[in-house]
């Protein structure tokens, strides 16, 4: 077994770059892909208030484009943005270039000794603005927010308490709860029927129903095809989300014992498979008994739990909009034809709400006292901002509904 040595990248800031991006970026976020920003806020939120601040910008994150929403809100408010990114996307003339934007490295998975000390680093400076995705991970959903980690809030009040400890001036460090939520421009009717007549064809199903008739069939075909890839016999008395749970949790398993890790069915499922990923991307083979090489099938098993994380039955359902629909779509291609980043099915608003702010400061004093409880407090707070807004935006997108 060979195990490969990952570098940091840093940011490396390149202002006169960033701002010739930021001049372009809503064309070619138009043109390339299909959006256009509309940012709104609480009405008791000055965005402007927000610009001498240090911030941490802590966003859900629906889809793969949510990056450019937020560098197109750094253009917006005319500020360089530093972003916290998933090391696997530095590589390349794009790893240069997402560099010279601020962002920088993170391995998920393991402690990232480089990332924190340079996010604490950050964090002090004076109107840094820094980009954090909480849940750790695309939802590939819309309206609903997955749980957040705490890890963001809790280098936020770490980088406080560092700072009076040192007897240095304790500063403001807001932590920003901000929401984003895609609203498709246009009829998507058509795009809805060509992607479920795609479906229906790869897997091989008489189209029968309405749409949600027919995408329920196709989803109960990709679950089951899902199960006998890994040996789960579907039980008759498990509904479909006690049975994605039980097949998540039969993919995780298997890819612990394959890889020799110890199980540990008490933490959430992304940080399970991203410790399974950095454990995977330190072998280049893994061998079987049987002679076999079962690493590619290992990845392939990971990016399905990924992919089905946040998905229960009943989200299209809830609110039957182009947006959930699709959403489930996309998640089902992923899935079918291994597609890793499908293209937007159409022109969309991205809509950004910017929630009340939470002054870390303020909670500096019950983090000396209880460190897990005040972070978990504020953690939860946040969430539920983002979340409550998501709601606003969904019901204010849901009355302009074109199919």
Known sequence: MKSRSRPFYPPKLNPPLVWTAQRIAPKVAQAVHQLNLIVTADPDVSLDSLIPERCLLLCNHPTFDDPIAMFLLSGYLNQPFYYLTAYEQFTGWKGWFYQQLGAYSVQRGMADRNSIVQTLELLVQPQCKLVIFPEGGCSFQNDTVMPFRPGAVQLGLQALARSAKRGQPVPDIYAVPISLKYAYIGKMKPVIDKSLRNLEKALGITPHGDYYERLRIAASEVLAQCEQDYGVVPDAHLNWNQRIENLKANVIQQSEAKLGLPPAPKDPDRERVYRLRHALEQQQTIVLEDGSDDWAVISKSLMRV????AIYDGYVAEKPT??????????????????????PKGHRHAFLRVGKPVNLKDYLDAYSKARSDTVTLVVQQLQQTVQQNLDILADATARGISW
């Open 306 to 309: 990924l992919n089905f994380d």
């Open 322 to 343: 182009p947006e959930r629909f699709l959403d489930t779509l996309t998640r089902l291609e992923r899935e079918v034809f291994g597609i890793d980043k499908p293209r």
